[in-house]
């Protein structure tokens, strides 16, 4: 039988906090909305990217096609600068995704990937319904790009653009073998 969802609110993060950047930007330093929780038998899924462990998460990424390069330091960049989620299964690193937004218009998905062992029982279906369910992504249409996962992600709607798209692509960066 399935634990029926629960959803907790975070009393901690109550606003924005935003903090000057050296070249002039501003970051969020907490979501729009308070942090939130959900738990769905023994899995909790958390937006507070406190709760990640930066090691676990650069495994996990790191099995992956897109992230195997990125270094650490840029996993974590990225994390604190955008909308990410944890799954945890007892106080391990389950899955993770986030989303790049400005809580308003548009978001980018990315980085969504659930570790091996727990992937087939229908986790990944649930972690999405929750993220694209976020109070700071309700309005926002969300865009993301995925070589090979396209069955997965069309049951929640997401299709072919219908403009062309284009994209820029940095210098190729890549992690440092310490980092292994």
């Known amino acids: 039988m399935q634990e029926p969802l629960r959803i907790k609110i975070g009393a901690a993060a109550q606003g924005i906090a935003v903090h000057s950047l050296r070249d002039g930007r501003a970051a969020r330093d907490a979501a729009a909305s308070p942090r939130m929780e959900w738990t769905h038998n023994d899995y909790t899924l958390t937006d507070d ?11 996990l990424l790191w099995g992956t096609y897109w992230a195997e390069t990125r270094g650490r330091e840029v996993i974590e960049r990225s994390v604190r600068r955008s909308l990410s989620f944890a799954l945890l299964r007892g106080g391990k690193l389950a899955g993770f995704a986030r989303v790049v937004t400005d809580a308003a218009t548009v978001g980018y998905l990315c980085d969504f990937v659930i570790g091996e062992a727990h992937r087939g029982a229908g986790i990944g279906q649930w972690m999405l319904t929750q993220i694209l369910a976020h109070p700071d992504l309700r309005g926002c249409r969300i865009d993301l790009f995925t070589r090979d996962t396209q069955e997965f992600y069309k049951p929640f709607g997401f299709g072919p653009h219908k403009f ?17």
Do not use: H
């Not at 062309?164 to 292994?180: K, L, N």
């Open 49 to 59: 990217p406190d709760r990640i462990d930066f090691a676990e998460l650069c495994s």
């Open 164 to 180: 062309t798209s284009m994209v820029r692509y940095p210098p190729r960066e890549t992690r440092d073998e310490s980092e292994a």
